[in-house]
Structure formats: C-alpha cells, structure tokens
C-alpha cells in the first residue's frame, strides 16, 4: 500500500484555489494624479506615496493628496520615491530638476549646486548610518546630512549611469547600471560584475536582496540570482513572462516579484505565476512594485495603479515529499491531505522546528485560519510511515 500511493503522488499536479485574490484598479478617475506610474513607497502609517509622470499622489486608503511643483516638488515628473528611518520622503526627479526631500511640513531641494552629481536622479537608498545614496546618470553622490560626495567611473564604478541602488547588511552597496552591469562598493574596494564575467546583459534596472541575503539582479537579458559565489540566470525558459525586468519586490513569504512590460512574475523558489491584464493588472507594463503590512502587493504601471489582496491559505507546497499531497483551499484555509489513514497524527512546526500544533485527524483536512503568515513544516505520522512537507502561508 505504502509503495503504491508514493506512485501515485508522483503524478498529481497541485490545485490552488485563487478565488479570494480581489483586484482593485486606481486611475486618475479615483484620485491618482496621473495614470503613469514609475514609483510607489509606503510609510509606517500605511500611506502610499506614488510617483507619476504628472506628480505625486499620496493615498491612504481613502483620501488622495497631490504634490507637484507648486508645492515644493522639485519636478511633476518622478523617478524615485524613498522614505527614510525619520519618515522623510525624498524624491528623485526628471527633467534636470534635482531632489526633493518632504519631511511632512516643508520642502527642501537638492541640485548639483549643493553637491548633487546630477540633477535626474534615478535611485535612492539609506545606508545603516545615516548616508544618502543617490543614483544619478553622472555617478553616484552620497550625502550624510551636510556634505557631498560623489563616486563614478574614476573612483571604479562600472558606469556612470546609476539607475539602482541595494544596499546588504554587511554595508556593502550594490549599485546597477545602464551599460555597465553592476558595481559593489564595500566603502573602500569596489568589484564588478558583468558580461565580461558572470552576467548575460548589462543593462540592469533594478536589484534587491532577500532575508537570505541574496542578490537578486533584474536586468534586460533575465534575472540573476547571486547566492554566496554562485550565480543562477532566470529567463522566459525558466517561466518569466520577459527578460527585462523593471521592478523586484520580495514578500514577508520570501515570494519574490517581478514587474516587466508584459506583466507581473511571481517566483516561490520552485515555480512561477503570471499575472497580467487578462486576470486585473490594470496595464502590463509595471514600473514599480510595493507591498503594505497586510500583505496586500501594489503595482505602478503605465495605465494606473493595481492592488492585489486575498493572497490567503496555502499558496505554495514544497513537492520534495511524494507521501503527502495537499489540496489547499484558500479560500477556506483549510489543508486537505489524501489518502491518509484515519487518525494520523498530523503536526505543523514552524522553519525553525517549533511545533505549533498537533492532532489526530480523522477527516483528511485540516484548519489552519490560526496560522500567521510564513513558512511551516507538516508532518505526518501515520503506522505506514512517517513524512513531511513545507509549505507556505500567506
């Protein structure tokens, strides 16, 4: 028996129900200030600061304010929205305009008369102490409340055109370019990293880095995983839905996005999703991905802004284990695990071992509406055998 239903499992194809995922579209018919987005950051209070070709928007959930030049914004056109440790927003601009930082009450500006490399500034990072980072299309220029400085070609950057900016634990930055792949900079060395060694496309939008401390390098040939030493190329072949990639955000899941031009992809580490107009992304080309304390994950786009909620129950199951199948229900928060003998004990541990719960079961389903969001561990103890599953809830 216990021969035969390891067979079995091997051919099944999990089924996730996504009836409770809601789309939700804002244009400029709801408030937004203008329906191209490039850039969308959210505060500790929740509020969504969105950055369009036409100004910015800022949205709590009910009410919509709109800056623009007149009242302190250095240009409508924005590139960059970034929100310091004091809830100082800071505004990277186009149009040869400058910087912009919003401290709630007033405005300051920021040019290349005050030290600014450039005045289209493209990306914007804090690092542990303090600093500014700004990527700029002349460098780099680092700002720690009072002086200027600014990095390029000279000091070993691989481009002078800086379109992104992540920034690890350790302090190191990782700054991406336009035509030059990537720089790391540890505050004293700098290394690079390109076509000429590892990556497949210079020409890289964005970057981010996981609680694993991956880098994850979005660029116009796929993704690059950087992991350690070792690095892994994503594409179309691997279930992108395109090589160039916009925007990177990553869950409280793990779960990491990406924004292209032909829609969303979603990657759990073992398979992908693909969320575009035909399921209620408001427009396809996505700029800008955020996601708020509830989960909830906003899209900026050409054609307005998307929110996407409901992402609830079992979205993903680790398939290591062929003695387990689980049928997850989102939309009940249920697990439903077949064939199991009657009065298995069941038992769900979270990633570091702690056991959470633990029953018999004599239903083959499980409630798990309990459950915080995150990784757990499900093991089975049946008199056949003993087996275990992770999974993840979101």
């Known amino acids: 028996m216990k021969n035969i239903f390891t067979i079995f499992c091997l051919f099944l194809v999990l089924q996730i129900n996504t009836t409770a995922q809601t789309w939700t579209t804002y244009t400029t018919g709801n408030g937004l200030v203008y329906n191209s987005v490039n850039t969308i950051a959210i505060d500790k209070q929740g509020k ?6 036409g100004g910015v928007s800022e949205f709590n959930d009910t009410n919509w304010t709109t800056y623009k030049v007149t009242d302190g914004l250095a240009a409508n056109f924005v590139n960059v929205i970034s929100i310091d440790t004091l809830g100082n927003k800071w505004f990277g601009t186009n149009g040869n305009s400058g910087l912009s930082e919003f401290n709630d009450t007033t405005w300051t500006k920021y040019t290349t008369a ?10 914007i990072a804090f690092d542990s102490l303090g600093n500014k980072w700004f990527g700029t299309p002349n460098g780099v220029s680092k700002f720690n409340g009072t002086n200027w400085k600014t990095y390029n070609i000279i000091d070993g950057l691989t481009n002078n055109n800086v379109v992104s900016i992540a920034i690890d634990k350790q302090g190191n930055k990782w700054f991406g370019t336009l035509g030059g792949g990537v720089s790391k900079f540890d505050g004293i060395n ?11 496309n210079d020409y890289v939008h964005c ?8 880098k994850w390098v979005g660029t116009e040939g796929g993704v690059f995983k950087l992991h350690d030493t070792t690095w892994v190329r994503y594409s179309t072949d691997s279930g992108l839905v395109s090589n160039t990639i916009q925007s990177i955000a990553i869950d409280p899941n793990g779960i990491i996005w990406f924004g292209t031009p032909a829609g ?13 107009t035909s399921i209620g992304l408001v427009n396809n080309n996505v700029n800008s991905i955020a996601i708020d304390k509830q989960g909830s994950i906003w899209f900026g786009t050409l054609g307005g802004v998307s929110k996407l909620t409901g992402l609830s129950g079992i979205t993903e199951v680790d398939q290591v284990s ?35 719960s633990g029953e018999k079961v004599f239903n083959n389903k499980i409630d798990i509406a309990n459950l915080e969001a995150g990784f757990y561990i499900l093991k089975i103890i049946d008199k056949n055998y003993v087996s275990t599953k992770k999974f993840i809830k979101n």
């Open 48 to 53: 969504k600061w969105i950055g369009t070709w």
């Open 114 to 123: 005050n030290g600014l490399a450039h005045n289209n500034v493209f990306a």
């Open 190 to 200: 700098w290394k690079k990293y390109s076509t000429v060694n590892v990556l497949s």
């Open 207 to 214: 970057i981010a880095i996981d609680p694993q401390g991956n």
């Open 264 to 276: 969303v992809s979603r990657f759990n580490g073992h398979s992908w999703t693909t969320y575009n």
């Open 322 to 356: 062929f003695n387990i199948n689980l049928y997850p229900n989102p939309a009940q928060d249920l697990i439903y695990i077949n064939p199991v003998e009657s009065g298995a004990i069941i038992m769900i541990y979270d990633i570091n071992g702690k056991l959470i």
